[in-house]
């Protein structure tokens, strides 16, 4: 596993889009992304750096593990 490396929001919505995601709205403090196979909006905060439970959580609904993650993170 990967030591742990904080996640910016910026790198977060770019990986977002590298995976078939597409911004639905900003409203507030939150950023809405949707993907058609997804049940389930994917929901990010404007914090900098993002809290690592979000990315995973949000990670776990795509079907992305950590490693998969940080591989694509690497290409982009």
Known sequence: MPK???V???QFQKFLIYV??????????HFVY??????????IPIDNPLPQ???RNNLRLLGIS???FF???DKI
């Open 53 to 55: 439970f979000i990315v």
């Open 20 to 29: 078939g995601c597409s911004l639905k709205r900003s409203k507030g403090d």
């Open 8 to 10: 910016t929001n910026k």
């Open 66 to 68: 950590w490693e998969e």
């Open 34 to 43: 949707v993907r058609s196979d997804l049940l389930r909006p994917i929901i």
């Open 71 to 73: 591989n694509i993170l």
């Open 4 to 6: 742990k490396q904080s």
